[in-house]
C-alpha cells in the first residue's frame, strides 16, 4: 500500500505558522482573512449603494443586528451576540448611528436599549434590495447546503479561538 503524497504547504499568509500536524488551519486562517475583507468591504459598499455612504462595517453590522426581531438592545448583549469584546468600539458606533436618525437610544431605569428607527429600518430593507440583485441572485443555491455546513464550521471555529484565546491569556 502507497503512502499518501505530502500535502504541501498550502495557501497561506503566514508560512511560519504552518504546522505539520494542521496545514489546514493555516489555510482556513487565510481563507478567514481574506473572506472576513471581503465581507467588510461587500456590506459597506452594499450600505452605500442603499443610501447609507459613510457606515464602517461595525455600523453596518450593528444596525443589521438591531433590526433583527424588533427587539429593543442593551450594549452588553449587543456585545456578546456579535462577539466583540471591546465595548468601547461599539458604544462608539452606536452613537454615531443614533446621531444619524438611524437608531435610538431609550433608557430604562439603569440601562440604555437601541432601537432602529423607521429611517434605519427603511435603510435595512433597501440594504436587502441590494443584496438581492447584487449577491443573492448570483448565488448557486446548490451550494446552499455547503454554506450551511460552512456557518456551523465557522461558529464552532469561533468558540475554538476564543477558548485559545483564553488559554493565552493565562500564560
Given at each position: ?6 500535502r ?5 499568509s503566514?508560512s511560519h ?13 487565510f481563507g478567514?482573512i481574506?473572506?472576513?475583507?471581503a465581507?467588510?468591504r ?5 450600505m ?10 461595525t ?5 443589521h ?16 451576540v ?25 433608557k ?28 443573492v441572485?448570483s448565488?448557486?443555491?446548490e ?8 456557518a456551523?464550521?465557522l461558529?464552532?471555529?469561533s ?13
Amino acid at each position: 500500500k502507497a503512502s499518501p503524497a505530502p500535502r504541501s504547504g498550502g495557501i497561506v499568509s503566514s508560512s511560519h505558522l504552518v504546522s505539520p500536524l494542521a496545514v489546514e488551519l493555516s489555510e482556513f486562517e487565510f481563507g478567514l482573512i481574506v473572506a472576513w475583507n471581503a465581507f467588510a468591504r461587500w456590506a459597506v459598499r452594499c450600505m452605500a449603494a442603499a443610501g447609507c455612504p459613510d457606515l464602517t462595517i461595525t455600523d453596518v453590522l450593528l444596525l443589521h443586528h438591531l433590526c433583527h426581531r424588533a427587539r429593543n438592545k442593551k450594549l452588553a448583549d449587543i456585545c456578546f451576540v456579535l462577539n466583540y469584546e471591546d465595548t468601547h468600539v461599539v458604544a462608539y458606533s452606536l452613537k454615531k448611528l443614533v446621531a444619524g436618525g438611524l437608531v435610538v437610544a431609550q433608557k430604562q431605569g439603569k440601562e440604555v436599549f437601541y432601537s432602529p428607527t423607521p429611517q434605519g429600518e427603511a435603510v435595512v430593507q433597501q440594504y436587502r434590495a441590494v443584496r438581492e440583485d447584487c449577491l443573492v441572485h448570483s448565488l448557486d443555491t446548490e451550494l446552499n447546503a455547503d454554506i450551511g455546513e460552512l456557518a456551523r464550521l465557522l461558529r464552532t471555529m469561533s468558540g475554538m479561538y476564543d477558548q485559545a484565546a483564553r488559554a493565552a491569556t493565562s500564560l
